[in-house]
């Protein structure tokens, strides 16, 4: 199969339906799939061809799904780039991936002169914004509507699809690489193990689509046909406001998004009835909260996905019958019909049910590998098994229960924050002599990145000094929210930071303002 | 992904639950799965391996479905036969395939001296019968309890799966080699399309597992996860009383079985309200009869799938949707997401929306061939393109409806007649009980349209009766101009009428006039 499969089959079955809904603006398949076609015609003739990367920066929007089929259309590879990221990180993807064209919107234009100078190989820069294209752009509407449309590359199977950075454990990025044929068995699979789009419905795509929590519903819902919703970004009313005005039938939220839609003031002022499946994911989710949307959204079906990118990206799945029997809500469910899911030890043999382990996954979604990596893909998928770094336990009945993040990811708002790169940036502050970033319970972000900090001797440094070093460099998200200043870190025999015993620490959760000094 | 992926799942999620019910005999996924790995040891011990053919000639049993897993687990190829075979024609489709391995239960035993002397390389047959195995046959319950049991071979992916012979329109059968991927593509993608199988339910299998019909069933349940309820063969009454008895959930029969059961003077007796899906495959259903089984079976969701064994065997489904919308229940439906579906003109050109051609289907459920028949198989699949033999129109919406076999439609004095067109007129006469028309040589015409006819017990008719009747229904040109009636049609296990019989008898070409009756 290929990504553009399901618009082909759109356009033979409802040409006149919508395909994407974007505030005022409906656009029917037929102008959708007439669209896709000359873009890829227009992509053609800035020297799209065989496996080429376009990189597309940029908010939510009707563009970026026409992007995510002109691109394969056009025989290229995706490149979807996370818009929290800085002009550094930016580049740092763009160059790793060898990516000469990039598609930018009205928001990112400004960063444009920056990622120029960065990566002086950024052949291309294509404008889908709204207004006039800014000068050395070349408009996206000229390309979506002005060359003549050119046949599907068919470009699909154990072909790349895209290139999906994500934070990397070493600090730096890696590009995923994900094949079509890797996205379409999470596709299907997925949908076969518990339906979570409505074949022919609306689904409303409020998360990022450079994130798998974006991607992937785009992609099912265009497999089993329907119409896309889009929110250029995540805001609780204007989530509440699409699924009224265009009976939304199914959508995904990451754990801190559902939370702002449930505790929203107005929640009860809107109809959301036509909603019938809510799948959510990205990060654990807390229970209470879990209870208070199952409750608030009586009409909906509650779905749980759990996976990773390189897993393409749906491993397991709380499916909508074992929210009704609401005895597991903490579990991320069982493996979905298309993956084998494990929880091994240190050696890869399997743990005995209810010990922690590594969860390791293996099955036709699992990545090609990461791109250009072949050390990091080798210590990733071994014997066929991806490691996702992920500790859980699997209960008697294959229920999975995430516990921690061995490689001490930290999930602040739906987002994932490594502490390696965190600490790398903290560590250039010439006033930090040592430092571990780790993430603790935080009731607004899930988790929150707290850093433990040994200072130079006679140094001193306040939250806001780091954080203002820190945002320079990578992403504001990623900043710690919290520092706490100690003498010397816990190491272990071999030097490593111990960051179970910081996390064990009674004092970690304080001092969210504040500033240390050493003597 | 490969075919026995769904019972590793199982045995990791629902290890106590039933696997198979047949009779008072359950077996659990744990028993089941034991037996599948002692089985593949035991066929490993009498030389299976690396692809090797394993022919299966039985009627329903548990066994059947512990074979359709225990073969791939030890690398070899199914084999399933059809059983209502004469012995010359299994012989040739052993020898075809060089099959050297049979399994044959209590009912086919018999025929194994024939068998052997017709295809003296039949190496080793094995008894999977009750009573105690025959001499020189191998005792399936000793393979399937004692060997240790041994790891799975995971054959899977692009591997061959099975080779499953058809009627071929040759006058011989031909083999259709399907791969894991090809039967998981069509498995995955009609269960994404509109689910017709409740996962973790239970699954009735009435149609023979030689079969479409029996076989993508079985594997889509397996997939899924839940029960699989066996009949050795199809009874209404025992289908009745399987659904009452097991609260069986999904289930597929064929027309002519459909009509049986909803016909049956006691079908108001037995509660079926737990069946939930019911699909129905394998041939044309009259639109009285699909109307009076959906108001017969008020709780059951109704879904008709079209395909063929070359096609995994789904290539579209009228969804259980579209069939409480009712406005299209003529159509075979619209392509399955994992299906490319066209009509096509003599050269392989689209034909227009409305028009009559050729049903095309290309995707990565189409076979990989026909054993050892390079011919035969370039001439079906044609760039990448299966080509069905069935003639049919694709509406402005993307429904398909079949008209026709194109071989069995008639040429006759220039104009086409489709077969299918006249016997729905033909049927709706009192005095028929059941029909088939077929073209026969005629000097004048070219083609002349000729009825074979079943009569009501005590009816009369004659031929001019008969076509007064069809000319009034529709054109004078299709009306039959000889008619021939006989005590009953031949019919495959599937339940289709086997036209090819029917032409090659040598009583066909006479009663060009005169009457029947039937006592």
């Known amino acids: 199969m290929y990504l553009t499969q399901g618009l082909h089959r759109a356009l033979r079955h409802t040409p006149e339906r919508p395909a994407t809904i974007f505030g005022d603006r409906i656009r029917s398949v037929a102008e959708h799939a007439d669209r896709v076609a000359r873009l890829a015609g227009g992509l053609h003739t800035l020297g799209v061809s065989d496996g080429e990367r376009v990189a597309i920066l940029s908010l939510n929007s009707d563009r970026y799904c026409e992007l995510l089929l002109a691109v394969p259309w056009a025989d ?32 990112f234009a400004p960063l444009v002169p920056e990622l120029r100078e960065g990566h002086p190989g950024l052949r291309t820069v294509i404008h889908a914004g709204d207004g006039d294209a800014p000068d050395e752009l070349v408009a996206y509407e000229e390309l979506a509507t002005g060359p003549a449309a050119v046949p599907d590359a068919r470009r699909g199977g154990d072909a790349a699809a895209g290139v999906f950075y994500t934070g990397g454990t070493t600090g730096f990025p890696k590009g995923v690489v994900l094949t079509h044929a890797n996205l379409l068995t999470s596709a299907l699979g997925s949908q076969a193990t518990c339906p979570w789009v409505v074949p022919g419905g609306r689904g409303l795509l409020a998360a990022p ?45 990451v754990p801190t998004m559902l ?5 929203h003031p107005d929640l009860g002022r809107h109809d959301l009835t036509s909603l019938r499946i809510l ?12 209870l208070r949307a199952i409750e608030a959204l009586p009409a909906t079906d509650f779905v749980q996905a759990y996976g990773m990118t390189e897993l393409g990206p749906i491993a397991t799945m709380l499916t909508a019958e074992d929210h009704r029997r609401g005895d597991r809500l903490r579990s991320a469910g069982r493996a979905a019909v298309h993956a084998e899911v494990r929880v091994v030890d240190e050696v890869g043999n399997e743990a005995p049910r209810g010990t922690v382990g590594e969860v390791a996954v293996r099955g036709g979604h699992v990545m090609a590998g990461y791109w250009a990596k072949p050390k990091e893909t080798a210590a990733a998928v071994r014997g066929d098994w991806m490691h996702t770094g992920d500790a859980g336990y699997m209960d008697d009945a294959g229920y999975v229960f995430i516990v921690d993040r061995l490689k001490d990811m930290i999930v602040s708002g739906g987002e994932n924050v490594y502490s390696v790169e965190v600490e790398n940036a903290l560590s250039r502050h ?26 130079e001797p006679g140094a001193r440094a306040t939250l806001d000094d780091l954080r203002a070093h820190v945002t320079a460099a990578i992403a504001g998200y990623k900043a710690p929210r919290s520092v706490e200043f ?34």
């Open 76 to 107: 290229g590879v995706l490149n979807p780039v996370n818009v929290r990221w800085s002009p550094a990180e930016i580049v740092y993807s763009l160059v790793d991936s060898d990516t000469s064209l990039l598609v930018v919107d009205d928001t």
């Open 209 to 253: 689509l450079f994130h798998a929590a974006g991607l992937a519903p785009w992609l099912v819902q265009s497999v089993v046909g329907g119409t896309h919703v889009l929110l250029p970004a995540f805001d609780p009313v204007a989530v509440m406001r699409a699924i009224a005005a265009h009976r939304v039938t199914s959508t995904v939220l």
């Open 259 to 263: 939370q702002r839609v449930v505790d």
């Open 486 to 519: 100690v003498d010397e870190l816990p190491v272990s025999g071999a030097g490593k930071v111990q960051k179970a015993q910081l996390r064990a620490r009674p004092s970690r959760a304080f001092a969210t303002a504040g500033h240390g000094g050493r003597r």
């Open 279 to 290: 799948l959510y994911a990205g990060s654990a989710i807390g229970e209470a909260l879990l």
């Open 430 to 455: 010439p006033a930090v002599a040592a430092c571990a970033v780790i993430g603790v319970p935080d009731l607004d972000w899930g988790e929150r990145v707290h850093a433990v900090v040994v200072l």
